[in-house]
């Protein structure tokens, strides 16, 4: 069990965000510890042994119990590009980078260090096949790693990403919901089945003992690939992050519209006849500012029109949507 402490100004400093380069650190967590691999993992295997990520392909290989830090930048604002965060990794300062890639190649101290609840079985040094890739200077290793990176996003997460950052947002929207109805540390205990609220702290379930003291934040991260909670980063100031596993099948991931989430579907929904933003949030019990960020979205979709009415902007949804809203025999 690992106890993360939550004290006031660590609550007060909870956070959601989405973090793109973070979820492509999952995926490679995920494909080398997943016992069956799902269509998911076989496609980002299958990247891995292309011949075009020699370095991450080693790190998929090491040790994953221990990430190098850099592999999940810290997200800083709720959606970040993927190129800030690409910049982030590219730009680490060299000696974080050495520091962090000693941790993980050779255990021990270095890595008790990080992750002070690994047993000793746990600091042993990584496979020595993973070395000869990831043993170079460090400004040329981050480089590498930002270039191999962005290969992979534009590979396996690009071309589906709007849909799946729709997805986040609506888990994170009914996440909210639960807070304000049941209180925060029942909504932190919702999030997952290895979660638990108890005396002040969020304890992890897990094959390692230990604690996360200190006041600094934690952002809370959706994934889709991770199938565990994973905790990114615990002794940085600032940085630290739980990635919360969000469960999906292969059957609906490809073809998620870009309406997913359970707040904008009800609004498209209920645009069948013609609504303005002022109706949508009475009926929707939302701020008329989330209602307008949502149909700002659909808008760019193609999924709502809006006509102007007198005075009144009214909103409607297209034949596009109609054909997304028609029910499957």
């Known amino acids: ?17 989405i973090s793109p380069v973070g979820e492509l650190a999952a995926a490679l967590v995920a494909v080398s510890e997943a016992p069956k691999a799902s269509r998911r993992h076989r496609h980002i295997r299958a990247l891995l042994s292309s011949g075009h990520l ?11 119990t221990y990430l190098p830090e850099l592999l999940t930048p810290a997200p800083r604002t709720f959606l970040p590009t993927v190129e ?5 990794v590219a730009t680490t300062p060299a000696s974080t980078v050495g520091a962090q890639f000693t941790a993980f190649l ?33 400004s040329e290793l981050r480089e590498r790693l930002a270039r191999e990176l962005h290969w992979l996003w534009s590979k396996a997460m690009a071309p589906h990403w709007s849909q799946i950052t729709a997805g986040f947002e ?35 379930t897990s094959d390692f ?8 934040p934690v952002t809370l991260i959706p994934s889709l690939f991770l199938d565990r909670v994973g905790l990114h980063a615990p002794l940085r ?21 870009p309406v997913l989430g359970a707040t904008r579907l009800a609004i498209l929904r209920s645009l069948a006849e013609p609504r303005t933003t002022t109706e949508l949030a009475t009926l929707h019990h939302l701020a008329p500012a989330t ?19 007198g005075r009144h902007v009214r909103y409607r949804h297209t034949a596009r949507a109609r054909t997304i809203l028609r029910p499957v025999p």
Do not use: N
């Open 84 to 88: 800030d965060q690409l910049h982030a």
């Open 170 to 204: 609506g888990f994170v929207e009914r996440h909210g919901a639960v807070a304000a109805r049941e209180g925060l540390g029942s909504a932190l205990a919702a999030l997952h089945s290895s979660l638990l609220w108890q005396d002040g702290a969020l304890k992890v």
């Open 291 to 309: 209602v307008s960020f949502h149909l700002s979205r659909l808008l760019a979709a193609d999924l709502v029109q809006r006509k102007r009415d």
């Open 54 to 64: 020699p370095t991450l392909a080693a790190v998929a290989r090491g040790y994953t």
């Open 209 to 216: 003992d230990g604690e996360v003291g200190g006041e600094h």
């Open 106 to 138: 050779t255990g021990g101290q270095a890595r008790s260090s990080r992750c002070p609840w690994l047993r000793d079985g746990q600091l042993a040094r990584a496979d020595e096949q993973v070395r000869p890739r990831i043993e170079v200077g460090e």
């Open 237 to 257: 100031p600032g940085e630290a992050q739980l990635a919360i596993p969000i469960a999906a099948s292969d059957h609906t991931i490809p073809h998620i519209a």
């Open 1 to 17: 069990m690992i106890d993360l402490h939550m004290p006031t100004e660590r609550l007060a400093g909870l956070r959601w965000a």
